[in-house]
Each structure stands twice: as C-alpha cells, then as structure tokens.
C-alpha cells in the first residue's frame, strides 16, 4: 500500500509516517516510480508505535522493542544500559497504572448502561431516549 492509504488506515499523518521511517520504525519498499510501498503488517505496526510514543516512550527506546512485538520474535539489545531498563520499567508501571483506571471507567460505564436499560431506556443505543430527562429551568 502507498503511504497515503496507510496514513488513511492508522490515522497518522504522512509527514509522522515519513518520520517514523527516518527514525528506523517503519520501512518501505519503493516502487519503480520511487513512491514508497508499504506491507500490510505496517497498518498494526504504526499503530503500536502510536501507542508506545502516547506511553512516553521515546523512539530510540521504542526501536529496540519493536522486535518484541513481532513474531518470531528476534531481540537484540547491544545498548541496554541500566538507565534505558529503568526507563522502560517506569514506562509500564505507567502503562499498568493507566490501564488500571481504564478498567475502572469501563466498568463504571458498564455499570451505568446496565442501570439506564434497567430503568427503561430503551436499547441503550446512541438515538435512544435514556433516562429520565432534567426538569425545566423557570
């Protein structure tokens, strides 16, 4: 795919696109037109750096995990030093944090669909009329 259907596809924009692949992230094959070309994998794999940089990972860091996200997994981790492992610790004890208090919003708005429904608001569907409505201000 050329990078304006993958630009399409992840929501990032061609300019990021070209920056991940200047920062050793992505890459492309060119075309004989020279336009890039890239694989299918990279719509999920542009997605996660997404996620990684959203983290607060910076790319140095988030192009020596990249392998771990691949399958077969090929790692390789010549400049590891104890700053980039804690680093990387801090980074997902955030993640788990962060993940924890999504968990927690999910299931209080769970819990509120499941209430709403119960008091009779419909399919619970974003047109329905959900509960009951505030009484006018005089």
């Known amino acids: 795919?050329?990078?304006?259907?993958?630009?399409?596809?992840?929501?990032?924009?061609?300019?990021?696109?070209?920056?991940?692949?200047?920062?050793?992230?992505?890459?492309?094959?060119?075309?004989?037109?020279?336009y890039r070309e890239y694989d299918e994998r990279f719509v999920d794999r542009v997605l996660q750096i997404r996620g990684l940089l959203d983290a607060?990972?910076?790319?140095?860091?988030?192009?020596?995990?990249?392998?771990?996200?691949?399958?077969?997994?090929?790692?390789?981790?010549?400049?590891?030093?104890?700053?980039?492992?804690?680093?990387?610790?801090?980074?997902?004890?955030?993640?788990?944090?962060r993940i924890r208090f999504l968990t927690r919003n999910r299931d209080a708005i769970d819990d509120y669909l499941d209430a709403v429904i119960a008091y009779g608001g419909g399919d619970g569907g974003p047109d329905s009329d959900v509960g009951p409505r505030p009484a006018a201000l005089t």
């Not at 061609?14 to 037109?33: K, T, V």
């Not at 192009?63 to 610790?89: G, N, S, V």
């Open 1 to 34: 795919m050329r990078i304006g259907e993958l630009s399409r596809r992840t929501s990032t924009s061609r300019r990021l696109l070209r920056y991940y692949e200047e920062q050793g992230l992505i890459a492309a094959d060119r075309a004989p037109n020279g």
């Open 56 to 97: 607060g990972l910076p790319t140095r860091i988030i192009r020596q995990i990249l392998p771990c996200l691949d399958k077969p997994r090929t790692i390789y981790f010549p400049d590891a030093t104890p700053e980039m492992l804690a680093t990387l610790r801090h980074e997902r004890d955030r993640m788990t944090e």
